[in-house]
């Protein structure tokens, strides 16, 4: 038997064929996402057209560089596959420009500091603790080792931003940059506020809006595009995309920011990936994606009233995005007891620290809860509800194993309810 007919054109499943060991286990993860329910607020799950997309040849090419000026010939499709991506996600958030080859938020972050700062330069961001992200300046991360990073924080009494604080640390420390954007924050953010303490201090605004780029593309949440010279995305959280990381800026910084990001900080594109993007920024001028994106918010609305008549206690008090914090600074469970107990209840989650928490983060009093994966399998605000009821009968402790198991039941039906991805696996 020739190569080609074994290994790139096999009639059965090739992975089962080829690699039973790892089919055996995207079928196990499969089982496991259709099974249980997803609260992780930062996950989603993607549509099949995306999935397709990345799963294709077009991780076969190499195309360093950018359409229409790339290291390597036979780049005429890729170009046209990027230069989609490209106009569809300008057109879906009205920006100047963007860059679509960032392979994940990260990435996404370190192209727009290196191209917008100087080495050691000052930013002002949010503090890890109170809801920011690793890459908005941690010591152990790149960018609190490449860059000088101050934090602002929440007000503790109300969980919200102190923009007055944000304002007063900005003129201490007059920084070349303030971030705003975070990655457990429940309350809308105010980028015109954040822009005109920018303009006081002369600082650039960088926006990481991963958490809540479906919002912003779908008019749920204020868009940061017309206060912001920088904004950077996931596309695999609320916008519900491939796993990867976009930037966006004004035309005048755009030469600056693809030279970041190649030949600065990335090789070969990942194409297949970009393909997704591009899928994903065209399902998302749809009516569908923006009904989706307001349940989000809605299930969220249900699910925190149904946390608080539980007897928990969240940060800032609700929500007004697609998650929530809850606080266990009281509680004797901890965070990761909290994650531990959900799982067997068939609730996936994550701990979280929360503001004046007293426990390392590896163990945490916060557990964060989102519902961008519910909803996108169906739920209606009344299901987030009831899964809110489960949460607080789980959170309040004391559950014995046989009522886990009974919670865990119900979990199912909901999850049963709502399938997900039928024919793949067949
Ligand atoms: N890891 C992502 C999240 O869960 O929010 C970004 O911080």
Same mark, same amino acid.
């Given at each position: ?277 591009? &899928?994903?920024?065209?399902? =998302?001028?749809? +009516?569908?994606?923006? /009904?989706?994106?307001? $349940? !989000?918010?809605?299930? %969220?609305? @249900? ?90 009968? &789980?959170?309040?402790?004391? =559950?014995?194993? +046989?009522?886990?198991? /009974?919670?865990?039941? $119900? !979990?199912?039906?909901? %999850?049963? @309810? ?9």
């Amino acid at each position: 038997m020739k190569t080609s007919e074994t290994m790139l054109d096999s009639r059965e499943s090739a992975l089962r064929q080829m690699d039973p060991a790892v089919a055996d286990l995207v079928q196990a993860e499969l089982r496991r996402q259709q099974d249980n329910l997803e609260l992780i607020a930062s996950e989603n799950f993607t549509p099949r057209a995306v999935l397709e997309a990345v799963g294709s040849v077009l991780t076969n090419k190499y195309a360093e560089g950018y359409p229409n000026a790339r290291y390597y010939g036979g780049c005429e499709v890729v170009d046209e596959v990027e230069s989609l991506a490209i106009d569809r996600a300008r057109a879906l958030f009205g920006a100047e420009h963007v860059n679509v080859q960032p392979h994940a938020g990260s990435q996404a972050n370190h192209a727009a500091y290196f191209a917008a700062l100087e080495h050691g330069d000052t930013v002002l961001a949010m503090k890890l603790e109170h809801g920011g992200h690793l890459t908005h300046g941690l010591k152990s991360n790149f960018s609190g080792r490449e860059y000088t990073f101050h934090h602002y924080g929440l007000d503790e009494k109300t969980g919200r931003i102190d923009y007055d604080r944000v304002r007063e640390l900005a003129r201490q420390v007059r920084p070349r940059m303030i971030v705003a954007g975070a990655s457990a924050y429940p309350r809308e953010i105010d980028f015109a506020t954040f822009h005109e303490i920018c303009r006081e201090v002369d600082a650039v605004l960088m926006v990481d809006m991963a958490h809540i780029a479906g919002l912003v593309a779908a008019g749920v949440h204020q868009s940061p595009f017309p206060f912001t010279e920088w904004v950077t995305s996931t596309t695999h959280k609320t916008l519900g995309g491939p796993r990867g990381g976009v930037v966006f800026c004004r035309e005048r910084d755009a030469a600056a920011l693809d030279k970041a990001i190649f030949p600065g900080l990335q090789g070969g594109p990942l194409m297949h990936v970009i393909a997704g993007k591009a &899928v994903c920024f065209h399902l =998302a001028t749809r +009516e569908e994606f923006r /009904e989706r994106q307001r $349940r !989000t918010v809605a299930n %969220a609305a @249900a699910m925190a009233a149904a946390l608080l008549e539980g007897g928990m206690q969240l940060v800032s008090g609700g929500t007004d995005n697609h998650l929530m914090l809850v606080d266990l600074k009281e509680s004797e469970l901890t965070g990761k007891d909290a994650e531990d107990l959900l799982a067997k209840a068939g609730i996936t989650a994550n701990k979280n620290p929360v503001p004046g928490d007293h426990r390392p983060p590896a163990v945490a009093s916060g557990i964060r809860l989102g519902t961008p994966a519910i909803t996108t399998r169906g739920f209606q605000p009344s299901e987030a509800a009831e899964v809110g009821r489960i949460v607080a009968e &789980v959170l309040r402790g004391g =559950a014995s194993e +046989e009522r886990l198991g /009974e919670l865990r039941a $119900r !979990t199912c039906e909901l %999850a049963e @309810a709502h399938p997900i991805y039928e024919r793949l696996g067949e």
